[in-house]
């Protein structure tokens, strides 16, 4: 096990809004290890926390480990589940020091090292819809550096004290932390696909079909697209996302 990981997680779940349209499984999970590879110069493991059978995990090509998920709130629904990643001792599984997770729908386009070579014990995307704080897409941490977004966390009673927030896991994460942690965004080349790159793709096919110079979807100090919400990747037709996500 490596001092750090970049970790993901998989698991299924029946009440998925867009279960119709969008099917997670192990084509993001290799998809996101192959891009990590291109994109970070660390020495990392890549890690899949997944309820997905032993006999399956085969088809996880790209995962250099893999840890079976816990089930402790995952009753709630949502991303709760993910919360144990803040106890100390579940921490360990992950990185012997340090991790960071990622969800399956993010499409890295350039070098993230700076995401993860810095000095700060906790960070995150900064959400866009504020005042939510962070955004439950892009979460890092020092194992056991946040304990009490774990130990703090009653389910439903503390699921109730976070309506002023948009999210599960996030908006806990907001609730109990504060606002004054550190947080990575558009101006380290972290885009929303919704809130930054969709127009600016229907701004390029403006341009392009009136035979005008156009302005590319991809900006070019894009390092990662956040497709958070009901898009994906695998229904994006986007010629930026064919170059970065296979």
């Known amino acids: 096990m490596k001092d750090l990981a970049i970790v993901t997680f998989l698991w299924d779940d029946e009440n998925y809004k867009d279960r119709g349209r969008i099917t997670f499984g192990a084509g993001h999970v290799n998809k996101l290890g192959r891009a990590l590879r291109r994109n970070c110069t660390l020495d990392f493991d890549f890690v899949l926390v997944t309820d997905a059978p032993e006999s399956q995990y085969e088809q996880f090509t790209e995962a250099d480990r893999i840890v079976p998920l816990w089930s402790d709130w995952r009753s709630l629904g949502g991303c709760y589940v993910r919360l144990k990643a803040f106890q100390e001792e579940t921490g360990k599984l992950l990185a012997n020091k340090r991790f960071m997770w990622l969800d399956l729908d993010i499409v890295i386009t350039g070098n993230i090292d700076h995401l993860v070579d810095h000095d700060h014990d906790f960070w ?27 130990d703090d966390f009653k389910g439903s009673s503390s699921k109730a004290q976070t309506k002023h927030y948009i999210g599960t896991d996030q908006a806990w994460i907001g609730h109990c932390l504060g606002t004054q942690e550190k947080t990575f965004g558009r101006e380290h080349g972290i885009y929303s696909y919704q809130k930054h790159i969709y127009f600016r793709e229907q701004k390029e096919k403006m341009q392009k079909k009136a035979n005008q110079p156009y302005d590319p979807a991809l900006p070019e100090d894009a390092c990662m697209v956040v497709f958070h919400g009901d898009v994906d990747p695998s229904i994006c037709g986007g010629s930026w996302v064919k170059e970065h996500w296979f």
């Open 124 to 150: 995150s995307w900064v959400d866009v819809n504020p005042p939510t704080p962070y955004c439950g897409s892009v979460i890092g941490m020092e194992v056991g550096a946040r304990p009490q977004v774990w």
